[in-house]
């Protein structure tokens, strides 16, 4: 065999190694970054009230992933920091954020109006839906979400803080609660894991 030969058919076996390593890499099942919940199950239903006084179903939003986070406005840390990260992941998502409805559900209703949840949060990034309602009707959304409250007087009757469950919830495509996420997980997890979920069929 000539050595023209042979070094045609070395490059054709590495070539065909490469292929099938990069065959074997895209076989790897994904990691997701969060916590996930295995099996997925239905994420809790619920009717919501938007900045415009519209109804916001959940339920209505199949087709698109759904990431859902518990604050208040009068939040002096941790909320603050998660809107920020929302709009620092719609900005890594690029194009592909509106494909991902990001949802700010007050734990605070006494204060928060619509209105102003809608303006505080429109603050951050106007993509970001602010929710309020009733309540008897969040207290449901809340126990549904195992989200926790407990308000913490520092002055006058509007003057406290609210303790509440810091954590941040992903729905997929197709209504299922899959993740969720510890405060200050970060941005580049998230919006990995957003991206590999946007994909799935």
Not at 26 to 32: E, G, I, K, L, S
Not at 74 to 89: Q, R
Not at 115 to 137: K, M, N
Not at 178 to 193: C, E, H, K, N, S
Request: net charge negative.
């Amino acid at each position: 065999m000539k050595t023209r030969d042979w070094l045609f058919l070395g490059f054709a076996l590495g070539l065909l190694v490469v292929v099938i390593g990069v065959a074997l890499l895209t076989a790897q099942p994904y990691t997701y970054q969060g916590s996930l919940i295995d099996p997925a199950a239905p994420a809790p239903d619920f009717t919501l009230t938007a900045p415009d006084a519209s109804a916001y179903h959940l339920a209505s939003q199949r087709g698109k992933v759904v990431l859902i986070f518990f604050g208040y406005t009068h939040c002096p840390d941790v909320c603050p920091v998660t809107l920020s990260e929302f709009k620092a992941i719609r900005q890594q998502l690029g194009p592909r954020a509106d494909e991902v409805q990001f949802l700010f559900i007050t734990v605070d209703p006494e204060r928060d109006t619509p209105q102003l949840l809608g303006e505080h949060v429109a603050l951050f990034d106007p993509a970001i839906i602010a929710l309020s309602g009733e309540l008897p009707t969040l207290q449901a959304v809340w126990q549904a979400y195992g989200v926790t409250r407990q308000i913490k007087e520092t002055g006058g009757a509007t003057d406290y803080l609210v303790e509440h469950t810091a954590r941040t919830y992903l729905v997929d495509k197709s209504g299922n609660l899959r993740l969720t996420y510890p405060f200050g997980f970060g941005v580049p997890g998230i919006a990995q894991d957003l991206e590999h979920l946007l994909d799935e069929k």
